[in-house]
């Protein structure tokens, strides 16, 4: 097919608006952060609003779609994993508390579906040919089959809490790279200089994580040492747990000060075996996760870890893709949230 039949006809599948068939004043003025007068006076054109706020407006109002009629409601299908564990979950929600506050504006209710490795697809068109999702958001979760269909087939999508190396959908995750580099120089600024790091590089997220690890420990003049480079079977919390206990017996004890983790469920079971041996947390060991999940503050001994904005993350992630789905040529893009650096009872300084 030639490649101008082919953009049309992709155009036309996903020319729909998202919304409801209007929407109010009020959600306008509740959008931008304004009352509803001063959002009045912007639409009408009156005088005594500034430049900056009477776009911000508008824009806001174009983005709802106000006063327009929408062609049908969008359909959003969120992707995600099978198995996770219980911190991961967690993580997951607040992701998707993010997603279903701008569904909620937009009069959207997105369909969640499970998948794991070698379950069908879903179906993307009916027996009529039409689209039965017209948006997917693939949340923490990467196939490659899926995303040469999508992208094949041009159907809107987005990658949360991810990136596609050939950067084929919009994607958006957590400042992966910075929050490792962060994570390493603090525990370098407190003395420790044999960091064990729990990674899972089957995801590039987790691989620019431990690029971050790396990057700190290069600027401090370490050697990188890939004896301390832990290969997980899987990024959950008993997974990490038998890591780090089968490393303790097999060395001995402890060739290590601390532990980075490459999220906050490992760190809880590395916790769990560093105790388990006999040895306290942070005395002996620190212990650094990533995420700052719910329970991280929780935890006998409180974790010290990466906070992600996981709420901002799942918002904006939706609103991309409520883009997307409306213009269709856009240039694909990847975005990285800042995060920052949580400290808490699991690190001090190097015995």
């Known amino acids: 097919m030639p490649d101008s ?3 049309n006809k992709r155009k036309s599948r996903h020319d729909v608006r998202p919304g409801r068939s209007k929407v109010t004043l009020r959600e306008i003025a509740d959008a931008a952060g304004v009352s509803i007068s001063t959002a009045s006076r912007a639409m009408s054109g ?4 500034s430049e900056a706020v009477r776009q911000k407006i508008q824009s806001t ?3 709802l779609n106000f006063g327009e ?3 049908s409601a969008c359909e959003i299908t969120v992707l995600t994993m099978v198995e996770v564990d219980v911190e991961s979950e967690h993580f997951m929600q607040g992701v998707m508390t993010g997603i279903r506050s701008q569904c909620q504006q937009f009069g959207i209710t997105p369909t ?3 998948m ?6 879903p179906p993307h068109r009916a027996d009529n040919d039409e689209p039965v999702t017209k948006g997917y958001v693939l949340l923490s979760f990467q196939d490659e089959s899926l995303i040469q269909r999508l992208t094949e087939d ?3 999508a987005i990658i949360i809490n991810g990136i596609d190396a050939l950067m084929r959908l919009d994607a958006v995750a957590p400042a992966n790279r910075m929050g490792g580099y962060i994570a390493v120089r603090h525990l370098l600024e407190r003395g420790h200089r044999r960091i064990l790091n ?4 089957q995801r590039l997220t987790i691989r620019d994580r431990q690029a971050g690890y790396h990057k700190g420990l290069k600027e401090a003049g370490i050697e990188i040492d890939d004896d301390l480079v832990v290969e997980l079977a899987a990024m959950r919390t008993d997974a990490a747990y038998s890591a780090v206990k089968a490393r303790l017996q097999a060395r001995g004890g402890a060739d290590f000060t601390a532990i980075q983790c490459a999220n906050d469920g490992c760190a809880f079971g590395a916790m769990a075996a560093i105790q388990e041996a006999g040895l306290r947390v942070p005395e002996d060991i620190s212990i650094i996760g990533f995420d700052d999940v719910p329970t991280a503050a929780m935890a006998a001994c409180p974790l010290t870890t990466i906070h992600v904005d996981r709420e901002k993350i799942g918002a904006w992630g939706l609103q991309r893709l409520l883009e997307r789905i409306k213009n269709p040529d856009m240039t694909e893009t990847y975005t990285e949230f800042a995060v920052r650096l949580v400290e808490r009872g699991s690190t001090g300084p190097a015995k």
């Open 61 to 63: 109002a174009e983005r």
């Open 154 to 156: 041009g159907y809107p």
């Open 69 to 71: 009629q929408s062609g």
């Open 116 to 121: 794991g490795s070698g379950m069908a697809l």
């Open 112 to 114: 969640i579906s499970m």
């Open 5 to 7: 039949e082919q953009h």
């Open 46 to 49: 009156a005088p005594g609003i």
């Open 198 to 201: 729990l990674t899972f590089s």
